[in-house]
């Protein structure tokens, strides 16, 4: 890299905004994959989509060695799961989605007659405690439930809702202090971005690789790795670096004995594990140390929980590393990254692949 201290462009952080506010969630990441696909399509070669919407850019496709960068392209959000008589919607997670943040917060639900606005309703206060002498009632699955301000359940159908409709918060990116991303579905778009952007330094740094780079943006990562599984057999790679996120634990009631010691701002973070290949582990902590580039270190136990799992375990087994991205909040409106980090995880990949020859041995023996 010609900038030891790489730094995010005005027009790549145009196209973070635009990738990040353009809602995907999970089973219809389609809009967000197109976004992504115009960004990155000058920088490569060729790109292609599978049949459940993965997005591929390539770099060098004639290539017999194949290494892959990846994230995920999916949010979580909700499903209409059940309307009342008198025009009440309960719902259905898509993914992790988090039942204790939805009281009060606004939504939007996807029609095929457009985006209907709806809100996620909760009695007030006085009438919950206090009064009645009773425990006050938490929000749990089968209490939250979303006001479209219609009283019927045929006044909700009119509106184009059925179940089976998703529906996405539509709470947009923000920066704090300078310093920090904030905002949802930062896991893991904010990797579609970061990949993205080490196609950029590649093709404008004039860089030649001496294998095949597939950047890969997955699907589905949110209910259980599928779209990496899926692509991992079209791809068939012969390495795969896969950048997620992690729990920045320093915030108030994070348990660091159970969750571990990261921390926003302190860099990337490397993950150790079985899933890990160890020589590749060990060729990316080389070259953060030639870099110098802060990390952290991470110990993921039986499997990272990642798209890396899906890639380490497919058939024959994939050289495999997971980089994360420390974050606040997960899984939340408000998630929220630091832009050195970001900064960092782009020039570690980047300079990572500067260091990967054609047919490189990852064998232990």
């Known amino acids: 890299m010609t900038n030891k201290s790489f730094k995010i462009n005005k027009d790549a952080e145009k196209f973070l905004f635009k990738y990040l506010n353009n809602p995907s969630p999970t089973g219809y990441e389609s809009e967000g994959q197109k976004i992504w696909l115009e960004r990155i399509k000058s920088y490569v070669d060729e790109t292609f989509v599978d049949t459940y919407g993965t997005a591929v850019a390539v770099i060098n496709p004639k290539a017999k060695y194949k290494v892959v960068i990846e994230a995920h392209a999916d949010e979580i959000s909700w499903y209409v799961h059940y309307i009342t008589k008198d025009g009440f919607i309960y ?20 029609t095929k007659n457009g985006m ?23 929000p749990k699955m089968n209490n939250i439930f979303l006001d ?5 359940k045929d006044e909700v159908e ?6 089976g409709c998703v529906i996405t ?13 904030v905002g949802r579905a930062l896991d893991n778009r904010i990797g579609g971005f970061m990949i993205a952007e080490v196609a950029r330094l590649l093709k404008e740094n004039n860089k030649e690789l001496p294998f095949g780079l597939y950047i890969t943006n997955a699907v589905q990562e ?14 068939k790679p012969d390495v795969a670096i896969v950048t997620d996120v992690c729990h920045d634990t320093q915030t108030p009631m994070i348990n660091k004995i159970e969750q571990g010691d990261f921390t926003a701002g302190d860099g990337p973070v490397i993950a150790y594990g079985p899933a890990v290949q160890n020589n590749l582990r060990e060729l990316i902590i080389d070259t953060a140390e030639k870099e110098k580039i802060k990390f952290q270190r991470y110990a993921a136990s039986r499997i990272t929980g990642t798209d890396t ?10 050289a495999s590393a997971l980089i994360s991205l420390p974050l606040r909040y997960m899984h ?34």
């Open 148 to 152: 479209c301000g219609c009283t019927s």
């Open 222 to 235: 949110e209910v259980g790795l599928r779209g990496a599984q899926m692509i991992v057999e079209n791809i």
């Open 169 to 181: 918060y539509p709470d947009e990116l923000i920066t704090l202090n300078k310093k920090y991303y």
């Open 116 to 138: 209907i606005p709806a809100v996620f309703g909760w009695p007030a206060i006085h009438t919950r405690s206090g009064l009645s002498g009773k425990s006050e009632d938490t």
């Open 332 to 365: 939340t409106t408000v998630e929220m990254v630091h832009k050195s980090d970001v900064e960092n995880v782009i020039k570690l990949i980047y300079e990572t692949l500067l260091n990967i020859e054609d047919a490189h041995n990852f064998n232990y023996l």
């Open 309 to 318: 799992d899906a890639f380490a375990y497919a058939t024959g087994g994939v």
């Open 158 to 163: 009119k509106l184009g809702i059925h179940v």
């Open 91 to 110: 719902v259905r997670r898509n993914g992790g989605s988090d039942h204790m943040i939805a009281p009060s917060k606004r939504v939007n639900i996807h």
